[in-house]
């Protein structure tokens, strides 16, 4: 059973709203995705407002981000609090924009629309492991307890091996969990891991 607390619930709730909104109005998912830099439709508002959508395709994305957002977040507002965790959930998935954009852009590959939380998620699962390296969680699939600072690397290797279409943007999970790195040492470095 999940304990969800105040923010996680709702962004929980954002980004459905936001899903429910793609639903109904298939034109907004053009508005709220992140194109690539070199698009005419790309907007430097996107790198913000991606990370609230997911491809109305595939209900198994935004499942799987909540998912893991309800599993993993409420531990960590509970012990940053609410405007610490805020504070790095929009960094590492405006972080998670901005790597992605930039290396395709000078890598001049085309990535076309991204969307979904998981860059910020994958921020989330840099956090948990680094602050609580030694909890033991256990997984689903398969069903063995595995401690926390090794689960980032089997949730990044299952979701490479799940990706059979080609279609997951793995940069922007890399640059998310490569944020959240960062954002966590500079922490540690000040002294402050805990709340604000």
């Keep these: 059973m999940f304990r969800v607390t105040p923010l996680v619930r709702n962004l929980i709730i954002i980004n459905v709203v936001v899903y429910l909104i793609q639903m109904l109005v298939p034109v907004s998912t053009y508005f709220l ?5 070199g698009s005419p439709y790309f907007k430097p508002y996107q790198f913000f407002t991606y990370m609230f959508a997911h491809s109305p395709d595939s209900f198994f994305h935004i499942l799987f981000n909540m ?4 599993s993993f977040a409420p531990v960590l507002e509970s012990y940053w609090g609410e ?5 790095f959930y929009l960094s590492t998935g405006i972080g998670a924009g901005v790597i ?12 076309g629309v991204m969307m979904g939380a998981s860059g910020a998620i994958y921020g989330i699962l840099m956090a ?3 602050v609580f390296p030694n909890l033991e969680i256990m997984l689903l699939f398969p069903p063995i307890p595995l401690k926390a600072k090794y689960m980032v690397f089997v949730m990044g290797f299952i979701t490479y091996l799940m990706d059979r279409s080609g279609t ?3 940069l922007a999970h890399f640059g998310g969990a490569f944020v959240a790195f960062i954002i966590i040492s500079v922490w540690r470095g000040q002294g402050s891991n805990r709340g604000w």
């Design 100 to 111: 992605y954009g930039v290396i395709n852009y000078f890598l001049q590959t085309t990535g």
């Design 67 to 70: 998912l893991a957002l309800a």
């Design 33 to 37: 995705a992140l194109f690539d830099l």
């Design 83 to 87: 405007k610490k965790l805020l504070f």
């Design 128 to 130: 948990f492991g680094m």
């Design 168 to 170: 997951v943007a793995h």
